[in-house]
């Protein structure tokens, strides 16, 4: 196997145990058995995309006749930047389901993919710094979104006041750390791998 069959099969290992985690996280949460379906939806794609690359075609041969003859594969870096993105969108419809940004166990898995991105040899323009903004943006809305409603009781608005620019700061804190850790663990994976 030369490099670039290495990188696929790493690609696959990482997606495997991508789905594996998804898969046992949504067993093990309550009320989510209607997530099933979906993901099991996006596990074929996400698989099947990382099929029809080149590498994939070269090592799938019956006999004299190439898988190439049927379609055009395409490169490994495309089809990585499609699966982060189909991942990095799928586990922010995930995080709308299981609660938002600071709720949702599936957070942290958001945040790894730029990591990843770079564990897999990707170019910094425009696949890891595409993933992180997809990710920051993803972990953004979900958070925004997220937000516990207001009161309901009027009497409760006045002494809730300092409380919600309280919450608010704190969300804006939880925002800030959250990215600038995002932007420390790329920037050392990204430096380590040059």
């Given at each position: 196997?030369?490099?670039?069959?290495?990188?696929?099969?790493?690609?696959?290992?990482?997606?495997?145990?991508?789905?594996?985690?998804?898969?046992?996280?949504?067993?093990?949460?309550?009320?989510?058995?209607?997530?099933?379906?979906?993901?099991?939806?996006?596990?074929?794609?996400?698989?099947?995309?990382?099929?029809?690359?080149?590498?994939?075609?070269?090592?799938?041969?019956?006999?004299?006749?190439?898988?190439?003859?049927?379609?055009?594969?395409?490169?490994?870096?495309l089809?990585?930047?499609?699966?982060?993105?189909?991942?990095?969108?799928f586990?922010?419809?995930?995080?709308?389901?299981?609660?938002?940004?600071?709720?949702?166990?599936?957070?942290?898995?958001?945040?790894?993919?730029?990591?990843?991105?770079?564990?897999l040899?990707?170019?910094?323009?425009?696949?890891?710094?595409?993933?992180?903004?997809?990710?920051?943006?993803?972990?953004?809305?979900?958070?925004?979104?997220?937000?516990e409603?207001?009161?309901?009781?009027?009497?409760?608005?006045?002494?809730?006041?300092?409380?919600?620019?309280?919450?608010?700061?704190?969300?804006?804190?939880?925002?800030?750390?959250?990215?600038?850790?995002?932007?420390?663990?790329?920037?050392?994976?990204?430096?380590?791998?040059?």
């Open positions: 196997m030369d490099g670039t069959q290495n990188l696929t099969l790493a690609a696959f290992v990482m997606q495997g145990f991508f789905l594996v985690i998804l898969r046992v996280s949504v067993n093990l949460l309550p009320a989510t058995y209607h997530l099933l379906r979906p993901m099991t939806l996006f596990s074929v794609m996400s698989l099947g995309l990382l099929v029809f690359t080149e590498d994939m075609f070269q090592l799938v041969k019956i006999g004299s006749f190439e898988m190439t003859a049927l379609m055009t594969p395409m490169g490994l870096s089809a990585l930047f499609l699966l982060v993105a189909g991942n990095t969108l586990l922010t419809y995930l995080l709308f389901e299981t609660g938002g940004s600071r709720k949702s166990p599936f957070t942290s898995l958001l945040l790894v993919l730029p990591v990843l991105t770079i564990l040899k990707e170019p910094l323009y425009p696949q890891v710094l595409g993933s992180m903004a997809l990710v920051i943006l993803a972990f953004s809305v979900c958070l925004i979104l997220s937000r409603p207001e009161s309901a009781f009027p009497e409760d608005q006045g002494t809730d006041d300092r409380d919600s620019q309280l919450e608010r700061r704190e969300l804006w804190v939880f925002w800030g750390v959250t990215v600038a850790s995002l932007l420390l663990i790329t920037t050392v994976a990204g430096l380590t791998q040059l």
